[in-house]
């Protein structure tokens, strides 16, 4: 049994290792930048790769939001112990359960000659099938001829193939190559003394970000066929990822890295004041907001502003009980909650995105709502605007107080607190706005008086009046720094590094953003397809760099 | 002509009769029932039980021990070494339990309550009960209503009134009617029923109409454990759990004309009650009230053999009620089927739906 656990932890640590090592040994003339891939990559990856029931027990780490988004922030996370311990715990798992009877008919190409003995031939097979869609590109000699000696020596130390196979595949699940997205640059055949990104790191980049996950065949394929070098070749497979259902994904992963959806996981409300607010609500609020935004960017190709002043949305009877609505829900006692298509009537105070629960609910603390957290989320996620954090010393007790008989309202509370000149100056750029939202609880549920005052919701945007959530809305539609966000949001999101204004391709990109009706699948097309996309990266000096 | 004015006369009849008896339907409410429980009167304890002799399971379960042939020593001595009926070795469960016989076969007493003697356990002396007068005709057996100081039918009461199973009052429910209704495995699976009430203006008094019907879907909770207030539901549309009560609103309190109701349901099978009578008010945005009636004894009764021991005193309540059935006699036996009965209510407001998608009913703050 010793013997047996220590081979195994020896296997795990001999691919690992060797994955590192190749990783720190590239190719001369090459330098890449490594790129944690995100909980939603990982788990859509080992889905696409080895199918959807495969369960993954395991915690991811925390992202890091840098520049309003965490797939920026996944630019600069390494790996801490307990992250590593984290992953190897999955990827044990998962590589156990893949060499199970039920899976490996369907996922491995060959079986051994003999189940209880090594088998080179099949080994090979498998190592190189599966490695070329974990490591994103084909193994090399060497990173295969030393997976298959090890699980050649596994299989016959074990009298099992599949024990050899489980090791190898698990050693693969922690290797840097899978673990991290490669942008890898190499010289450029077409131009003496420049550089350009390889084509197994151009596919990544389009898979992770059209698609939330590793490049399937076809894009590999085109990858090792030199396609994606060529302006027709890469524009075909984007096209074709573009026109994909697949894109859903893509979509919702970028949506709820820049709406700030990770802060679910930190959300509870106060059951005594918000019973509303279950647990099927918590999980629920930010699905709502996805399926609303899916449907309009991605199956309906509309204008993104709508999406500020859409009636249409989904629902199930949990979120209809906090909207105040009803909906038809046909389905049988104990079954899960559907969701209904549901469109708000012409006179429905709940307009747009931001009259939902994933934002009025999820940027309100647990018992009231915060105007000034709402304003704050607004021009962070939204406006690609930096709020500075209030100064340490603040005495929050006026605004929390919300019992005090006299300042019965939030936007009472918050006048007291913002004739501080201290506070004044961030208190007027988010208070106007998270005000409008008033009639929205810190639950969602609408309302029109706060401890028997009436809410007053009017204010001002950028010098014009506004009555109310439902003016804001077109206000906001119509804002452009609303559009512009989101374009500059979206490319930092696949490049790790926010546009240059002033580039004149990111000027054609914002350009055609607006030419093409602000679709948002289109904006993604042209960034995927863009040369300031596939530009090399900047190297900093302190990047994993080899001799030239 | 004078053929045509009568017909004319008739038609205009028809319609002002059913105009009358229909109220307008300007206002309609829609509810969830989301608290049903047999109506009790434990405050009263000392009064309705001044012998106190039922105890509780430990005393029941002695008594079965001795009807089983344990003297009172021996089972003593075992009630020492359990907390309960679910901790007896085998050996001597099984002897409690299968004691009874029919045809000279030993069977469990929980499926053939008929089968063992009557314990006689004590029932209500006091004077008080929630509930309707239902006509029944023996003044001696009437309690008056606490609230309405009325004269009351409420057999069941009567019967289960001074075991330990019902010693409960709101918000508190019986045993076995709390383990139905806050039961995870029940509410999450199974209909429950809904209420309707609608007429011109239910802030003010006059005429309704109350409509009884079931869910298609169980009942959600909210983060409190409460149920969920203004949620939707689409209602069966099966004829089989659907009354249509004519009533008013007098002075804030609802009532119906008498009539027949049945909700088929996962308490005690269905809910059947003969000569139905309602009396409900509006706390808030909920509807709290009374029904009671006739209903058939026997669902009731078998109800408590069901639940183990700890929960109830099978044998005891079974002829409690068998014994105090007080209508509907069996042209056969002449035993009575029916018992007078009250429960209370207490409804969330929701949203009802048919299964088109057509509101019927909306929640009442809402409106």
Redesign the interface.
């Known amino acids: 049994m010793m013997n047996r656990l220590c081979l195994i932890s020896f296997g795990l640590l001999l691919t690992a290792t060797t994955g590192m090592a190749s990783a720190a040994e590239p190719a001369a003339g090459e330098q890449f930048v490594s790129i944690r891939i995100s909980e939603s990559e990982y788990r859509n990856t080992i889905a696409d790769v080895f199918g959807a029931d495969i369960p993954i027990k395991g915690q991811f780490e925390p992202g890091v939001r840098t520049d309003g988004l965490l797939a920026v922030g996944q630019h600069a996370k390494s790996f801490s112990p307990v992250s590593i311990e984290y992953y190897d715990n999955m990827a044990r798992g998962i590589a156990a359960q893949i060499v199970q009877p039920a899976y490996r008919r369907t996922l491995f190409s060959c079986e051994p000659r003999r189940v209880e003995r090594s088998d080179k031939r099949c080994a090979s097979q498998i190592v190189s099938s599966v490695g070329r869609f974990l490591f994103r590109r084909p193994l090399d000699k060497e990173e295969l001829t030393t997976r298959v000696e090890l699980a050649d020596r596994m299989a016959d130390q074990e009298h099992n193939f599949y024990s050899g196979i489980s090791a190898v595949i698990a050693g693969m699940l922690i290797a840097p190559e899978f673990l991290n997205r490669m942008v890898r640059v190499e010289p450029d055949p077409a131009k003496h003394s420049a550089l350009r990104v390889d084509s197994y790191s151009r596919a990544s980049m389009l898979s992770f970000y059209l698609w939330n996950s590793a490049p399937d065949h076809a894009l590999l394929a085109a990858a090792e066929k030199g396609e994606l070098q060529t302006s027709e070749g890469l524009q075909r497979q984007v096209s074709r990822m573009i026109a994909s259902p697949r894109v859903e994904r893509g979509v919702r992963a970028f949506f709820s890295d820049m709406l700030g959806f990770d802060e679910f996981n930190l959300l509870s409300?106060d059951?005594?004041i918000?019973?509303?607010?279950?647990?099927?609500v918590l999980q629920q609020a930010q699905e709502q907001t996805l399926r609303t935004i899916v449907n309009h960017v991605a199956r309906q190709r509309r204008d993104y502003r709508d999406l500020f002043t859409t009636r249409e949305t989904f629902l199930t009877?949990?979120l209809?009980?906090i909207y105040?609505?009803?909906?038809?829900?046909?389905?049988?006692?104990?079954?899960p909650d559907r969701w209904v298509p549901y469109t708000f009537p012409s006179n429905d105070p709940h307009v747009g995105v931001l009259s939902q629960v994933s934002f009025v609910g999820l940027h309100s603390p647990a018992g009231r709502s915060s105007p000034t957290i709402r304003g704050k989320a607004f021009r962070e996620h939204l406006l690609c605007q930096k709020v500075p954090p209030p100064p340490g010393n603040v005495d929050f007790k006026a605004v929390e107080d919300t019992t005090n008989p006299i300042r019965k309202t939030a936007r009472e509370r918050l006048a007291a607190h913002a004739n501080n000149p201290v506070c004044a100056g961030c208190h007027k750029i988010t208070d106007p706005i998270g005000l409008a939202f008033e009639n929205f609880s810190a639950s969602g549920t609408y309302r029109t008086t706060e401890h028997g005052a009436t809410i007053d919701t009017a204010g001002e945007y950028k010098g014009v009046k506004f009555t109310g959530p439902v003016d804001l809305a077109q206000l906001i539609r119509n804002d452009p720094t609303v559009t512009n966000c989101v374009a500059r949001r979206s490319f930092a999101y696949v490049a790790g590094r926010t546009p240059s204004e002033e580039d004149s391709a990111w000027k054609n990109i914002e350009s055609k953003f607006k030419s093409d009706g602000y679709d948002v699948l289109a904006l993604m097309q042209e960034i995927a397809a863009s040369p300031l996309l596939l530009a090399p990266p900047v190297m900093n000096t302190g990047e994993l760099a080899v001799k030239r | 002509m004078k053929v045509m004015m009568q017909k004319l006369i008739g038609i205009l009849a028809i319609w002002i009769a059913a105009a009358l008896s229909a109220p307008a339907q300007a206002e309609s409410r829609g509810y969830i029932i989301d608290w049903f429980a047999t109506a009790t009167n434990a405050a009263d304890y000392k009064i309705n039980c001044p012998e106190d002799r039922n105890g509780g399971v430990m005393s029941w379960l002695r008594r079965d021990m001795i009807a089983a042939g344990y003297t009172p020593p021996e089972a003593d001595k075992i009630l020492t070494t359990v907390v309960g009926d679910m901790d007896l070795p085998q050996d001597i469960a099984t002897r409690i339990f299968t004691r009874a016989k029919v045809n000279g076969r030993s069977v469990n007493v929980r499926s053939y309550p008929e089968a063992v003697p009557d314990p006689q356990i004590e029932t209500v002396k006091g004077k008080y009960a929630h509930g309707f007068d239902l006509g029944g005709a023996h003044r001696a057996n009437k309690f008056i209503d606490p609230d309405t100081k009325q004269p009351v039918d409420n057999q069941l009461w009567r019967a289960v009134g001074c075991t330990a199973t019902f010693r409960a009052d709101p918000p508190k429910k019986s045993y076995y009617e709390g383990n139905i209704w806050d039961n995870n495995l029940y509410e999450e699976l199974v209909p429950h029923w809904a209420l309707q009430i609608s007429g011109a203006d239910l802030s003010k008094d006059g005429k309704v109409t109350v409509v009884l019907s079931r869910t298609t879907r169980e009942l959600l909770r909210d983060a409190a454990g409460q149920f969920l207030k203004n949620a939707s539901y689409v209602i069966d549309p099966s004829p089989d759990s659907h009354s249509v009560l004519q009533g008013e609103i007098k002075n804030g309190i609802l009532t119906i004309q008498p009539a027949d109701i049945r909700l088929r349901g996962f308490i005690y099978g269905e809910i059947a009650l003969r000569n139905a009578h309602m009396r409900m008010w509006f706390e808030d945005d909920k509807v709290v009230g009374y029904w009671g009636g006739y209903m058939p004894w026997l669902p009731f009764a078998y109800a408590y053999c069901v639940e183990p021991g700890s929960a109830s005193d099978c044998t005891g309540i079974y002829h409690a009620v068998k014994n105090l059935a007080d209508a509907s006699p069996d042209p056969a036996t002449g035993r009575n089927t029916e018992i007078s009965s009250t429960f209370r209510i207490e409804a969330v407001p929701a949203y009802l739906l048919d299964t088109d998608g057509h509101e019927l009913a909306r929640p009442a703050i809402l409106h």
Do not use: H, N, W, Y
């Open positions: 409300k059951p005594k918000f019973p509303e607010f279950t647990v099927d009877r949990s209809a009980a105040g609505v009803p909906i038809l829900d046909t389905g049988d006692g104990g079954q």
